[in-house]
Every structure is written in C-alpha cells, then in structure tokens.
C-alpha cells in the first residue's frame, strides 16, 4: 500500500498527535493512528522529563529540535526512524498488546528470513528505580526494556509509551531504520568523559532494522508494511 509519511515539525507532530484524540471523541470512533516522520530531527522528551537533561547548545549545533511528548518515557532521539501515534479507547495493556503485535508483523514482513529474529521479550525492569537511580542511561529510553517489547536478543528495535486523555488512551511509538538514533550521546547533559560509556551502553541495548536487513530499511518502507497490515486486519475483522 503506498503511503505518505507525514514530515512536520516536532511541535507540529504533537499537536497533530493530540488533534488525534479530540477527533477520535468527535466521530466515536474505536482507534486512528498517525505514521510520521521529524524535520528536522528532534529529541523528544516524556511528559514528567525535565528539559535540562538535554543540552541545548549541542541540540542547537547538530541542528536538531527539543519538545516534550504528552507520554511519559524517557529520551528517544527521533533521526532515521518511523513514529507511529495511535489512539484507541479501551485498557492500556490490551491496546499495547494489540498495536505490538501489529507492527511486529509489519517488520517481520519487511526482514523475511530475517524477521523470525525479532520476538516480543518481558524484561524485569523496574522502570521507576531505572529513572529514579540517577544514571546517565535513566535518561533515554532505549536504554532498557520493561513489559513485552519488540526485540532482537535483548536488544530494543521499537520504543514506546503512553498516557490516558481522559478515557482515551494514546500510545506512542519509535521505529529504529538506522543507527543515528545513537546520537543523543552527544545530545545529553553529561561530562564529555561520560559519553563513550553512554553511546556503548545505547548501541548494547538497541538495534536497528537496518542492521538486520540485507537490503535499504526506510521509515517510508516500514509505514507501508504496516499499513499493509492494518489493512489486512481491517478486511478480516469485516469478513
């Protein structure tokens, strides 16, 4: 299915993220989505995440936005990835459920052979101490795992959270294509000592489609998987 990614600003996609929820209220509808992509990059912070954990100087240099989402969760530097915004009414658990294994079968579509590599892995992290321990890594989100998340040996290929409007729940989602999310080592607010421990310990913790596909990942690519995918689904539930 061919579809247009939208390209916006950071604020721009927030706003156009929350418009999803007042809409989704308007036509009483079950669920909308929305697959972006940032121009020009940006890093977006969770909800309760002070802005000062950024350094605004470098975040100025590499040309690159700074904006808080309306979930919580920590840093995710959105570069050469697909976001996906999706509001739904229902439980929070039952809606993450259902939108992972969505694009789980979009990426394992796009990998073939490759694909049976990725699996949804529980990881016993408690989050709460994670960010609350005061670690350079508390800071970005995929620095750890918690609940079910897309993975590769541990290592994270999609980061997500969420927050509940009311009785609407709105789920968030990044979709690593390439490395360049490993960036935000330069982005973040610590000692320039720091730095190389803070890139290893992303690049150990997370992986991108493009390191496991044999041939170009894009976020355009993957938004067209998944749309596949949502339509697939759309035609069974009708039948």
């Given amino acids: 299915m061919q579809l247009a990614v939208?390209?916006?600003t950071g604020v721009e996609n927030m706003r156009r993220d929350l418009a999803l929820v007042d809409r989704l209220r308007q036509e009483n509808a079950p669920w909308l989505w929305r697959l972006y992509t940032w121009q020009p990059w940006a890093v977006s912070l969770g909800k309760h995440?002070?802005?000062?954990?950024i350094d605004a100087s470098a975040a100025t240099k590499h040309g690159?936005?700074?904006v808080h989402r309306p979930t919580g969760g920590r840093a995710v530097l959105h570069a050469n990835?697909?976001?996906y915004c999706v509001?739904?009414?229902g439980s929070p658990q039952s809606i993450y459920a259902s939108v992972h294994q969505l694009i789980h079968r979009a990426l394992v579509n796009i990998l073939g052979e490759n694909g049976n590599v990725l699996e949804f892995d529980t990881v016993g992290t408690d989050l709460r101490s994670h960010y609350a321990s005061g670690s350079d890594m508390g800071?970005?989100?995929?620095?750890?795992?918690a609940r079910s998340e897309i993975m590769v040996g541990g290592r994270k290929v999609v980061g997500s959270a969420q927050c509940v409007q009311n009785d609407v729940v709105l789920q968030h989602g990044s979709i690593l294509c390439g490395p360049e999310h490993l960036l935000l080592s330069e982005l973040v607010?610590?000692?320039?000592?720091?730095?190389?421990?803070?890139?290893?310990?992303?690049q150990q913790n997370s992986i991108s489609l493009q390191e496991l596909s044999p041939t170009p990942v894009t976020p355009t690519i993957v938004a067209e998987a998944i749309a596949d995918v949502v339509a697939t689904e759309l035609s069974v539930q009708k039948a």
């Fill in 6 to 8: 939208e390209t916006v």
């Fill in 49 to 53: 995440q002070r802005i000062d954990v």
């Fill in 64 to 66: 690159i936005d700074i």
């Fill in 81 to 83: 990835e697909l976001t």
């Fill in 87 to 89: 509001v739904a009414t």
């Fill in 139 to 145: 800071q970005a989100c995929f620095a750890t795992s």
């Fill in 189 to 202: 607010s610590i000692p320039d000592e720091r730095r190389a421990a803070f890139r290893q310990a992303l």
